[in-house]
């Protein structure tokens, strides 16, 4: 997702528009750029790469200015240029955008027979030719802006500068994320509240389809219908949004070695005295089937919720990944609920799915770790998983607190439907409190797991196998490998190994495998014979029983401790991201913003 953020300041704005896309990096992007209006006049600066070089431009370059607008760009329409970044300006207007304009062909068609040529290969481009081409036949500013944002079609976050105008930025937001910020005689702009905490704790959200005229003074905000809109201001914890390494080389490693303490937080929150203390109507007595949706981690999360929900409340669970959830026109019942997993919360396929079954099922239920998004706001009820800010790409602490505040909800439906008793539930929550103690001896481990990834780094091909709720981790296992690493690898069932993918199994492919001493061990260290009769790398997780029984003849082996086999998945979680951080590592990859992925992917 790309990332936006506009001033309206009393100081030099073009430090502040680079320290807050500075905040945004983690989104990832691939060019910046800014706008500033000085005197009246409207100019810009744009780089190719990462912002110390949009820094080293203005370095030589200067951009003075107390009015202006920035922009880090993902590249969707056209490739990574300096005439494809943002800001784009043609005649009096500069604009930033998040999303895709769908219709951008039409509007194309439109300015070029007013005799207006486009420079750049982007949809953003005809945004600002609309404008410029509506200013020219009259229109003012405000006049001109609002009049473009009828005729878009598709998802944005837009923010619109004007030569002449220091004291004026028109915003708006249609299914991408967009936040007012409020400062003593300044106003600020961004895309989350992260961009905009050095700045200030005041933050005004848009909602679908608000467009806002925003001075010093101010914000109006409008409504799609076009009418003031009163939308509340509400104050951040700056320390929430506090973006630090810590000591760490990578936000990724920090995020895996937070996940103790922020599992640790989200049973502090969600148990009190031994018991579940999760949010009131949060009642599953009367649902008769779950549909769970996300995207990437988020959704392999929920498909490890799914067993605990059918074994622990016989409840029948569907699980969807959100691109496809809508256009597979699932049957939705009454009685059901749909639950939306999102670390975000401005997932936009997650947020399109969530309002095609809004109207169709009992109640909407999402899982964030941003209380403030768009899911949050428009599910009936939102659980904060509480991980705090993640930075990095590849999700980490998000997906073991998404797995835990899951589990708890696994456990309340198993209460409410009279599968499980209170005895039962107090025993689950026992265990479940023993995890970041298991956690941080997993984490002990780095070194160790450093030493294997050394091998794995060499390697073209890797496969991850799991049996029950092991095997979406083994999904997500790959997931997490290749998403940093860039070696291919992939996530089966181990029961399935026999039904194709065993055909790639040599003395060149590591096949990991995720086998805790459980109920399906025997079963899993079957399959994982056949790799090595055909003289497959073996990489055995387990814990001390599971490799004293079946390390013999494993290529490695790596010894967790032992856990309660429910929640297996989240404590396996750990040597998973460890082993993908030391391949990447290993082979020099960027950690964490690995290349052509987004932190929050915003548009569909």
Known sequence: MCGIVGVLGNHEVAPLLVE??????????????????NNGRLDRRRAVGK???????????????????????????GAATTVNAHPHRSGHVAVVHNGIIENFRELRAAVEAAGLTPESETDTETVALTVRMLMDQGASPVEAARETLKRLHGAFALCFLFNGEDDLMVAARKGSPLAIGHGDGEMFVGSDAIALAPMTDRITYLEEGDW???TRRGAMIYDEAGRLANRAETRIQIDATRIEKAGYKHFMAKEVAEQPVVIADALKHYVKGGALNLP??????????????????????????KYWFEQLAHLPCDVDIASEFRYREPPLSTKGWAMFVSQSGETADTLAALRHAKEQVAKVVAVVNVPTSSIARESDLALPILAGVEV??????????????????????????????PAQVAD?????????????????????IAGIAEKLAEAQDILFLGRGPMFPLAMEGALKLKEISYIHAEGYASGELKHGPIA???????????????????????????????????????????VAEAGKGCWKTVTL???????APILYSVPAQLLAYHTAIAKGTDVDQPRNLAKSVTVE
């Open 20 to 37: 807050a896309l500075k905040r945004l990096e983690y989104r990832g992007y691939d060019s910046a750029g800014i706008a500033t209006v």
């Open 51 to 77: 912002l110390v070089n949009l820094s080293d431009l203005l370095v030589h370059d200067p951009l003075a200015g107390k009015s202006g607008i920035g922009h880090t760009r993902w590249a969707t329409h």
């Open 212 to 214: 806002a005229v925003i």
């Open 280 to 305: 009131e109507g949060l009642d599953f007595s009367t649902v008769d089937r779950l549909s769970m949706v996300a995207c990437g981690t988020a959704s392999y999360a929920t498909a490890v919720a």
């Open 392 to 421: 990095g790409v590849a999700s980490t602490k998000a997906f073991t607190c998404q797995l835990t505040v899951l589990f708890l909800m696994a456990l309340k439906a198993g209460l409410d439907r009279g599968r499980l008793t």
């Open 428 to 448: 689950h929550l026992s265990a479940l409190n023993t995890l970041p103690g298991l956690m941080n001896h997993a984490m002990g481990l780095s070194a160790e």
């Open 504 to 546: 790639l199994i040599d003395n060149r492919v590591p096949v990991i495998v995720l086998a805790p001493r459980d109920a399906l061990f025997e079963k899993t260290v079957s399959n994982m014979q056949e790799v090595m009769a055909r003289h497959g790398k073996v990489l055995l997780i387990s814990d001390a029983q599971g």
């Open 561 to 567: 401790p032992a856990v309660a086999p429910i929640l």
